[in-house]
């Protein structure tokens, strides 16, 4: 198997979509399998109120998810560079909403997790952006 010749920026993003179209797989085939992994614990009853749409609501944005995979791979796969810096701004912002969510408890520490991948991934991504740009 030959890897694609990938810029380093594109490898970050390239990771990145990769993780984001294999979670996205997960939530829509097992949703409580991408919950638990994310520390949110089930509230000990046996089945689901006809009104909770939790599962549905995962599954939705497992969709998303998957999507937004296929669109960083092909990004990556197109050394689209300007895609690349847009990410960045906007995962430092998912960063910070994320951690502000664990921070006010409104959800589990677990989560945080997330957090930090939107956040390393960004301050990857704009470091090989910068290397990129001085060898240019």
Do not use: H
């Not at 380093?8 to 991408?34: D, E």
């Amino acid at each position: 198997m030959t890897l694609p010749r990938l810029s380093p920026a594109g490898w970050t993003i390239a990771v990145f979509g990769l993780a984001a179209l294999l979670l996205g797989a997960v939530g829509l085939i097992s949703p409580g399998t991408l919950l638990a992994s994310m520390g949110f614990a089930p509230d000990g009853a046996a089945a689901r109120a006809a009104d909770d749409y939790t599962l549905v609501f995962v599954r939705t944005s497992a969709m998303a998810s998957f999507n937004m995979g296929v669109y960083y791979l092909l990004a990556a796969a197109k050394d689209w560079t300007a895609f690349f810096a847009f990410t960045v701004a906007f995962r430092l912002l998912t960063f910070s909403v994320f951690t502000a969510l664990v921070l006010t408890d409104t959800a589990p520490a677990g989560f945080f997790a997330v957090a930090a991948w939107e956040g390393a991934g960004a301050l990857a991504t704009f470091l090989a952006l910068r290397v990129q740009r001085r060898e240019q």
